[in-house]
């Protein structure tokens, strides 16, 4: 039944963090691979260094909100390896939430130039202890950019797989899978709900 939804608190967290990760991916790859005005780079590394530790404290407050909170039940028609793909996938999904802003973090605090993160350009935020006070940081900051990197695209594989695996339950097989995590459409008629269920494959 439709009644099996996720809570408002994580229907907003899955969504303000779907919108941040799509803007940091952009200003990523526009930062590293166009040629900007030195000002322009600037602004732009600090507003993804901004978005990034804000993503990093949602998936926080992300993974407490899920451990206090059921989330609805899969689809009883949906078959074993389905359901294992889907967990796996979700586990995945948790892991670079916390892991790629976390090789961000310690990428800009082993920086060689050292430059400081101010979010949103009001509060400052520290570098980690020990990366910053490394003797030989280069090496070291090259192999945080390379991680950084190709976590940034595992990351977007994996949310594109996500996505793609809504739409089919969407258009394809026709549940509820995608509507649980949608804002419920306000009612404009005073006509009572029609409950759908989500096994609708077997009725269609
Ligand atoms: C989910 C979170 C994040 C995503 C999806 C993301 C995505 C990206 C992408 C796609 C790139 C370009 C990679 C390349 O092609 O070389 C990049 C670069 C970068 N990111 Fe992130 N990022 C995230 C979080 C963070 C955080 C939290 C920080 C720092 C606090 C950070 C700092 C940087 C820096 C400094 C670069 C430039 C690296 C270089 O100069 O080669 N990122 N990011």
Do not use: C
């Not at 130039?113 to 940081?137: E, M, N, Q, R, Y």
């Not at 996505?163 to 509507?179: G, Q, S, Y």
């Amino acid at each position: 039944m439709v009644t099996h939804r996720y809570t408002v608190v994580a229907i907003i967290l899955h969504w303000v963090m779907a919108i941040g990760i799509g803007l940091l991916a952009v200003m990523g790859l526009v930062m590293t691979h166009l040629k900007l005005d030195p000002m322009r780079l600037f602004q732009l590394y600090q507003l993804h260094k901004s978005i990034g530790v804000t993503v990093l404290l949602a998936a926080v407050v992300r993974l407490a909100w899920r451990l206090a909170h059921r989330p609805p039940e899969l689809p009883e028609s949906m078959p074993p390896l389905e359901r294992a793909a889907a967990s796996t996938g979700h586990l995945l999904l948790y892991g670079f939430l916390f892991g790629l802003p976390l090789t961000g973090w310690a990428l800009v605090s082993v920086s060689v130039i050292a430059i400081p993160t101010v979010i949103f350009g009001v509060i400052p935020w520290p570098h980690l202890p020990v990366l910053s006070t490394l003797a030989d940081k280069a090496p070291v900051e090259a192999v945080f950019k390379q991680v950084h990197a190709f976590g940034a695209y595992a990351l977007l594989a994996l949310v594109g797989g996500h996505a793609a695996a809504a739409l089919r339950h969407h258009f394809i097989i026709r549940d509820d899978v995608l509507l649980r995590m949608l804002p419920r459409r306000r009612r404009t008629t005073g006509v009572q709900p029609v409950e759908v269920n989500q096994n609708v494959r077997s009725i269609s």
